[in-house]
Structures are given as C-alpha cells and as structure tokens.
T-cell receptor, first 114, second 112 residues
Framework: DTGVSQNPRHKITKRGQNVTFRCDPI?????LYWYRQTLGQGPEFLTY????????KSRLLSDRFSAERPKGSFSTLEIQRTEQGDSAMYLC????????????FGQGTRLTVV | GEDVEQSLFLSVREGDSSVINCTYT??????LYWYKQEPGAGLQLLTY???NMDMKQDQRLTVLLNKKDKHLSLRIADTQTGDSAIYFC????????????WGLGTSLAVNP
C-alpha cells in the first residue's frame, strides 16, 4: 500500500461545471476525511466517514457539495455548479478508528475554477 | 469556540533552534498535533502530544504544552535547510469524530 491516493492531482474547470475527485484511503483504514485548504490557510474540515457512513458534514459543505463512500473503501467528492470561490486544494485523509490514531493525508487535488 | 492561532513566519539560520508557537481555545482538546507541509506535498504528521503531558521529545523535536495557558510549542534543534516548510498546529476536536481544527500554519525559512 502506497498511502492515501487522490486523483486527479490538478483540475482546471470553468465556472458552472461539475467536478468529481476521488480518494483511495489506506486499505485497512475505516475512517476517511475530506478537508479543503486555500492559499495561506490551514485545512478546513468538510466531512468524514466511518466505513460507508457519513457521520459529520461541516456547514462549509453547501448543497453543491456531495461526498460518498459507497463500499466503505474509496470516496468521491463532487462539486456541482463550481464557483471561483471553490478554488482550493482538496485534501483527503484516512485513519483507523480509535482514540488517537494517526491520520495519513494524500497529496491533494488542486482545483482551479476559471 | 474553535480557534487555533500561530505566528505566520519564522526565519532562522541553519544550525540554530527554531521555536514555533501555537495557542488554542478548546480546553477539552485531547490531543494536539504538529504537521509539516512542504511545497506541493501533502501533510506529514511530525509529532503529537496528549493533553495530560507537559513535554514530549522525539529526536530533534521537542513539544511543550502549557494546558493552563492553552499554549503549545514545537522546538526543532539544529535546524536544517530541509526543515523549511509550513508547520501546522492542530487540535483534536472534543467529541467522537476526531475532527482536527487547524491553525493557519507557520512558514519556516532556514537560511544557510
């Protein structure tokens, strides 16, 4: 296992288009997190899954955003009708369940909305 | 409320010690973390400290926690040019989901 994998690494899209990102976590990890990071900021929590269940969504996640983890393995994050303000790095992390288990991060998908 | 604050920039000479500071507001945080982010790379966990500890040392890294003042620091001894990166402080949000709350990051520049 080579760690958390995110695809694509970069995405440029026109405003109003829909985009979908994929995250493949470390295989035995049952928790999966999505964060968004804009330039000069720390990551902001968006949502997290335990297995296939989406347990929490940030209020940052408007109704244009949807995340799924249908089989409890990979996850997708879709943004509909993209806006320029959606331009950011979208980070995925995975971890084992437990009181303190390390979250391993992917390298992120950089989205640019033009 | 949820808020983690860090100074934004730090510049040191190679071989000197670096001290990166962080303050947090959630007194119920159980774990506090330091992550490193190099340009174009993902986030790498450097170290963490449990809230009932005062200090943790791991090779060149020393973490100090003052729970009363909600102050966390990361000391890097013998700083090298390869340590140049952005360092994020993060706290584990109290609750069941281990959501991390992040600072804005401190950009460390190491000058030869």
């Amino acid at each position: 296992d080579t760690g958390v994998s995110q695809n694509p690494r970069h995405k440029i899209t026109k405003r109003g288009q829909n985009v979908t990102f994929r995250c493949d976590p470390i295989s035995e990890h049952n928790r999966l997190y999505w964060y968004r990071q804009t330039l000069g900021q720390g990551p902001e929590f968006l949502t997290y899954f335990q297995n296939e269940a989406q347990l929490e969504k940030s209020r940052l996640l408007s109704d244009r955003f949807s995340a799924e983890r249908p089989k409890g393995s990979f996850s997708t994050l879709e943004i509909q009708r993209t806006e320029q303000g959606d331009s950011a790095m979208y980070l995925c992390a995975s971890s084992l369940a437990g009181v303190n288990t390390e979250a391993f991060f992917g390298q992120g998908t950089r989205l640019t909305v033009v | 409320g949820e808020d983690v604050e860090q100074s934004l920039f730090l510049s040191v000479r190679e071989g000197d010690s670096s001290v990166i500071n962080c303050t947090y507001t959630d007194s119920s945080s159980t774990y506090l973390y330091w992550y490193k982010q190099e340009p174009g790379a993902g986030l790498q966990l450097l170290t963490y400290i449990f809230s009932n500890m005062d200090m943790k040392q791991d090779q060149r890294l020393t973490v100090l926690l003052n729970k009363k003042d909600k102050h966390l620091s990361l000391r890097i001894a013998d700083t090298q040019t390869g340590d140049s990166a952005i360092y994020f402080c993060a706290e584990a949000y109290a609750g069941n989901n281990r959501k991390l709350i992040w600072g804005l990051g401190t950009s460390l520049a190491v000058n030869p």
